[in-house]
């Protein structure tokens, strides 16, 4: 019997792919992957007009079976303990690509990070900001070129309305994992 790919999934601040991600966690958990949840301190604690931490909080732990990772502390051991085979940034905003290019260190998901890629393990970044083509441009590039990180093929969600936003093709994250795994970039990295 074929062991599940073990899955850290860490959400971030971009509250309106929230429903997106999970979603496609949904699916993940019906193919098999076995996924851990992981929230950065905004999305785990504000309550948006997408809905409230709690309810995220409580739809995470239905689909994933355990609560989620959201401390810096209970972040620390993922890479020495190698909890997972690859950890995922599902939807990573600008700002905590910001602070991984710069490897700031101060939310559960960039300790998470830290402490996954220290052994080499495979990250990956589903991109969703409204300025990726302009400030967040030269973080995702900065990432772009680092071992170990790979990206959820991604294109303009709104052009004429949004010239600068990106978004990840969410769906294609499975797909993303398993190229990740074989130490490949999923192609083509912009999406039509």
Known sequence: MTQPIRVG???????????RVLSVMESMTMA?????PILSFHAGALDTRFGSAEALRKRLAAICGKPPIDTIEAAEPIGPKAMFD?????PCTGNTIAKLAYAVTDTPVTMAVKSHLRGGRPVIIAV?????????????????????????????????????????????????????????????????
């Open 32 to 36: 098999g992957f076995e996924l851990t």
């Open 86 to 90: 690859v950890l995922a940034v599902a």
């Open 128 to 192: 969703s900001t409204n300025d990726a083509l302009s400030g967040s441009a030269a973080n995702i590039g900065i990432l772009l070129n680092r071992r170990h990180y790979y990206f959820v093929p991604m294109k303009q969600d709104a052009p004429e309305a949004k010239p600068c936003s990106i978004v990840a093709e969410m769906e294609m994250l499975p797909e993303t994992i398993q190229a990740a795994l074989e130490g490949r970039q999923l192609q083509p990295l912009l999406a039509p």
């Open 9 to 19: 999934f860490a959400l971030t601040g971009s509250f309106c792919t929230h429903q």
